[in-house]
């Protein structure tokens, strides 16, 4: 079944675990991140970019991820991922989806907020749940973003904001950064605790990819509970690609259902391992409940 995003990420910080945001691309990758939750017994959040509804279309999105999780013995949300189009969000409310982010990081604060508002009001009023961004975390990813840090606020800020807006979980600058890390980044686990000594909305991590189980640990124990992973799936899906390509020209065997099964092991396969690092397999029934 489909659940709240808002709701998953709670229980996980209850359970003081981190639920894992997977960005599919398409129905292989949907079934094998269900596959990989179901396997783990473990809560799941399927995410979905801009760039992936557009092509596919919120309609078949839609039904595509309904009729993948309608038996699957785990909880499912459905969260649309950076979005900064008032209107992609109308249509994923009006669709109901679980959560959209709202990334308002490219507006000046006051028009953050204003809008940030009016995204509360209008997703709420359809039992949606709103994940804010106000101030950017660096990197471009399906088209989206900045890599330079156009805006960062105060904890206080980001808070107080928060509050006003009404918003479900929230998404900080936490040192992270979108796509591959080409040099180690300064993280800011620190940054966790003064938010959750201030707020009791879940904190989000962007930016997943390529942390090491030591930096999801520390996050995790700082209070992070919803981690997203996006290049990971990407890496394991287009690589399992090529090397099936690879092997079929040396072989002159062209099957794609073959091709099919192995990226879809591979995408499994990375999936179960951030579950397993993130904390959550086994954790399906109490997030559940």
């Known amino acids: 079944m489909i659940t709240s995003t808002a709701r998953l990420a709670r229980r996980a910080r209850e359970g003081g675990y981190a639920v894992a945001a997977v960005n599919i691309l398409d129905d292989l990758s949907l079934r094998a991140v269900v596959a990989a939750a179901t396997e783990r017994s473990s809560p799941v959040i399927v995410q979905v970019s801009v760039k992936t509804v557009r092509s596919i279309g919120v309609e ?4 595509m991820v309904r009729l993948a999780a309608q038996d699957a ?3 499912v949300a459905l969260h649309l991922d950076h979005c900064p189009h008032r209107d992609v969000i109308s249509q994923v409310v009006a669709a109901g989806w679980s959560s959209v982010l709202f990334d308002a990081s490219d507006r000046d604060l006051a028009t953050a907020e204003r809008e940030t508002a009016e995204v509360v009001a209008e997703a709420h009023a359809a039992g949606v749940d ?3 961004e106000i101030e950017n975390i660096v990197g471009v990813e399906d088209d989206i973003g900045s890599d330079e840090a156009v805006h960062a606020y105060s904890v206080a800020t980001l ?7 009404g918003v479900d979980l929230l998404a900080p600058q936490l040192g992270t950064a979108h796509g591959l890390y080409t040099r180690s980044p300064v993280l800011l686990p620190e940054r966790v605790r003064e938010l959750t000594g201030l707020t009791d909305l879940p904190i989000v991590l962007h930016g997943g990819t390529g942390l090491t189980d030591e930096a999801f640990r520390a996050f995790i124990e ?3 509970s919803k981690i997203n992973i996006s290049t990971g799936l990407k890496l394991a899906y287009m690589k399992s690609a090529q090397a099936h390509t690879a092997k079929a020209e040396q072989t002159g065997r062209w099957d794609p259902p073959s091709m099919f099964r192995d990226i879809s092991d591979a995408v499994q396969a990375e999936v ?4 397993d690092r993130f904390g959550s397999t086994g954790h399906a029934q109490d997030a559940a409940r």
């Open 272 to 275: 179960a391992g951030h579950l």
């Open 73 to 75: 013995p785990v909880p």
């Open 159 to 165: 808070v107080e904001v928060a509050t006003r807006t």
């Open 130 to 132: 709103v994940e804010s």
């Open 222 to 224: 700082a209070g992070v």
């Open 60 to 63: 078949l999105l839609t039904t």
